[in-house]
């Protein structure tokens, strides 16, 4: 589902201070449930795929501790703990978004927030909420197909490189 109240989550972050950098596993003791179990298995799936990267990095005086998955150097997903929800944000580019917008296995409520998404310096920033497993298991599937595009774009330039 898409975020329809985005704002009122982000005075509702946990991990507010830029002093006291919570560890990778902090939301998944401090969550209540089932959004720790959410964080959980998004988290699992994320690192699950090759060469995927985790950080906790301060974003903000708005983001605060957010949680970043990247793949060689791309962005794949921000996740922000909150009090009551686990939101999701990833960036994509227009090719990207062209791609999720016509894969057939994208969830339609992963394709009206993507559509829903703000434009920005030529890419979109999406946001989702995670409140159901099925949400869950929706968002990873968009980030896999973005996953996919960014390890393709990847093998074709090592290819150029060996080539040349």
């Known amino acids: 589902m898409v975020s329809q109240h985005a704002k009122s989550y982000w005075g509702k972050v946990l991990y507010k201070e830029l002093e006291n950098k919570p560890t990778a596993a902090a939301p998944v003791k401090t969550l209540n449930k089932p959004y720790s179990q959410y964080f959980a298995q998004i988290r699992k799936l994320l690192l699950s795929l090759k060469d995927v990267v985790e950080s906790q990095e301060f974003f ?20 922000h703990p909150c009090e009551d929800a686990v939101i999701a944000t990833f960036i994509i580019s227009h090719r990207e978004e062209l791609k999720l917008l016509n ?57 150029e490189i060996v080539a040349s």
């Open 60 to 79: 903000t005086a708005t983001w605060k501790w957010t949680w970043s998955y990247e793949y060689n150097s791309n962005k794949l997903l921000y996740l």
């Open 103 to 159: 894969a057939s296995e994208i969830d339609p409520n992963i394709k009206l927030a993507i559509r829903q998404g703000r434009n920005a310096r030529n890419v979109r920033w999406v946001s989702y909420e995670l409140r159901s497993t099925t949400q869950m298991e929706n968002l990873f599937e968009a980030i896999n197909l973005k996953y996919d595009l960014l390890t393709a774009k990847n093998k074709i330039r090592q290819v």
